[in-house]
């Protein structure tokens, strides 16, 4: 299972959100809680979507089966987070998931063209592996956060688990750099091949989309405009 | 059914309290939650209320039987907003609800005398239905609050849902305007008729009874005053 | 059954002591909750006495047997408060309590000999027998607190219910007056009698030991002092 | 048990972990808790560590087998704490733990040489038993935290428990003169012998570490170093 929620530089949800779409992944499960945020999300289409996890699949391409597992938000609160790791884990021991890489961004208040990717596993065997790969071992430290709990609680289930964080300024709301080393590092571990052109412009839709969204708010507040509001990052309060 | 929580103009609460007045609509169950504040209400007659939820109904008068749900507050946790939508719409399955109609206020920041009612839905196709009503399509965007709650979690229960967001400041405590240009759409959607002279005089009146309980505090921080505690809006806390 | 928790001026909690204390009350229950704070008291014995709530009773003597309910604290989060409340009406149930009479005070801002007593219930029949004993009729307004939640809780369990609220000025911090005049009430409706001499004393105790508290956390911040803490309301933190 | 959590002065941490070290106390079981803070450590090995809590045990040495409890936090909410030492206690039972000694720091504000230990019980007999050790009486005041409550919680579980606080200035994060002064009661109690000169070097360690940690972060914000982050008190967040 490759399994990322949004974190620092977007780097998780970006990458996996990425492997979803060049791997024609496939929805199969989705999950809810009470411990994300209480809203709802409309489409452009004006359908409702709930905050939620989403499950995805594709299938053996020499790799073995691959199960991708992203949401669209962290739970808010500490035990809502442990929650979700875990319930996310159940789901994931029931699909008889042997190996799970959670991801995330490493904050060092630098932009760099090459971030490095540093990682830590549920055993010294699994970091010689990645070392392989040109990882560099997180010796100590903390990873805060639900992709931390996915990572840490894997270990009492006997599933073997990375974590890889790539270098990101920390500022950055998406940093598809940052998204394309984890990825270049994730691609070797699962032995898929992937085109990468795409993730710079998804990191920039992203940002487009937020910036439009804060204009048209701003828009609200000074001018007559009597425009539906027709932003996706755009919250009304009912 | 028809739910709607206090929110952004009160515009659900008017409503919803409007149709139940307007329909002589039967109370005919409550809901408790911790989730809401911890306080009770007294009557006028001084006897005691609890903080709940109301679910009242009225027979089939060419529309089938219509269910109306309110409360006078939201719960205030974002775990409670959950927790309440979902025992909603528990209890709306074993009445064998097939419809639901939630409503909320979008903030515009300005004033209209005709404001414009924004939707979305669970499918497409009803989408289209309301669009016939004048409802201008949300398309993007979140809805924040246990309105926005019970409309999407309407849908993993096979319930058609709507949310009905009409136009308003803001800054207004009660906008019966708002409420009536969310009323006009229901009473389409519902076919049902409902006169709309007496929802302004509900807002004033509510507008009016704050106005007396902040007068009625103010005058106990500076007078001498000895008179028993008479407004329905003042807070004692023991 | 008769129940005050700690609130404004101390009313209930100094009014249910008293009746405790006088009518010589045996404890036969304790209530524990993670609600309440994570702390635990030590005597001046050196014996430690988690945070909690005390059930007492007297045998009948022309009254009726009567039970009493008090904790050192409100629990501090308002789930803890529906919570506490519920657990001490259900136990109350099992007692085959038919009546129940809360109480508070009620800020005036306003120092007075003789404090009024406001009051509501869950019957308007109640009502009328508590104004023939000179309550004045609390209509309208909110009971916030674990007090509050007790009045109103009772009603859908079918236990009849008072609140008694005296006027205290509000910045005292136990108010001997207001109970004394909560109490001349609780007397007239539970048919018992009770020497209220000690009251001003338990009061001026209580602010007695707030008091040297103080002072000794003061001493500890600027002399030499190796004495152990020896006052009851001083904290250490483990 | 002998059980302590981290606390002002890390007093009983810092003689939790000196006892488990020096008597080479083997580890038999883990805690998990969702209330403990949502992230997971990283040792110089790259390995994943969940915060937890530890329970050791030594055979019989002449004084009956002896159980250690302690964790690297507390956890963060009140009810997170109560839940903790509930099953902390539950577990002691099952493990038919006679007897309980908790401990922690009480803040002085002075540095001293000869800190004096303060202690309490669950019975007046055992206050006498610590007090022919040195200890003196806390006579009143309360303890804070999950110490605090594993001391009190022992009670209804019929396990007899001490509680001894040594006195700290309450500003040096690991006072290994407070730890000292509560680990030669612990002995006289238990009945065992340990050695202490390790115990100031394990508290200069712990300081260092922070301070290597301190300066690290604040590396990653001036320079333009590419070091991997390897101090183990440093946070990443992902």
């Known amino acids: 299972m490759i399994a990322g929620l949004p974190g620092i530089g977007s780097v998780a949800w970006l990458a996996v959100n990425h492997l979803v779409k060049e791997l024609n992944a496939e929805l199969f499960a ?3 809680s009470p411990a994300f945020s209480p809203k709802v999300w409309l489409t452009e289409e004006g359908t409702v979507k709930l905050v939620k996890g989403d499950f995805h699949f594709t299938q053996d391409k020499g790799s073995g089966d691959l199960v991708f597992f ?3 938000e962290q739970p ?3 035990e809502g987070q442990y929650d979700l790791a875990d319930r996310v884990l159940e789901f994931a021991e029931q699909l008889s998931v042997k190996r799970l890489i959670t991801m ?3 904050a060092t208040d630098q932009i760099t ?5 540093h990682g830590g596993a549920t055993d010294p065997a699994l970091i010689g592996e990645v070392e392989e790969h040109g990882v560099l071992k997180l010796a100590g430290g903390s990873i805060t956060g639900t992709n931390g709990l996915l990572f840490g609680l894997a270990k009492p289930r006997n599933i073997q688990a990375y974590c890889l964080l790539a270098e990101t300024p920390g500022y950055l709301s998406f940093d598809a750099n940052a998204a394309r080393a984890v990825l270049q590092v994730i691609c070797k571990i699962a ?3 992937v085109d990468m052109s795409n993730l710079e412009k998804q990191a920039k839709e992203n940002r487009d989309a937020i910036e439009r969204a804060k204009e048209a708010s701003r828009a609200y507040g000074r001018t007559n405009s ?3 509001p027709s932003d996706r990052d755009l919250s009304y309060v009912s």
Chains 1, 2, 3, 4 share one sequence.
């Open 30 to 32: 989705e999950i809810y």
């Open 113 to 117: 063209d090459t971030p490095k990717v």
């Open 76 to 78: 808010y609160s500490p």
């Open 226 to 228: 009597r425009k539906p």
């Open 104 to 106: 995330g961004g490493l």
């Open 191 to 193: 032995r898929v091949e």
């Open 70 to 72: 992203t949401a669209s």
